[in-house]
């Protein structure tokens, strides 16, 4: 891949931190579909913190100490 492919375009658009833009909701959305994007893109690469079978392992646990509070004691 070339580097001008490989970098992210730069966006016009972007818009700074500021006072005011804390209670902007179209720069709220921005920043939350950006941190989604960003999330989606690390877990496709690979950098995910909690692997997959940890979490499913997590919740099994879960929903069997559920099952024995309602069911067994």
């Known amino acids: 891949m070339e580097p001008e492919q490989a970098a992210e375009p730069a966006r016009a658009n972007e818009r700074r931190p500021g006072t005011l833009s804390a209670l902007d909701p179209v720069a709220a ?17 690979g950098d995910y913190k909690v692997p997959t079978w940890v ?5 099994a646990g879960v929903i069997g100490l559920w099952i024995v509070v309602l069911f067994v004691l």
């Open 29 to 45: 959305y921005e920043r939350r579909t950006t941190r989604i994007r960003e999330e989606i893109a690390r877990n496709r690469r």
């Open 55 to 59: 979490l499913a392992l997590a919740l």
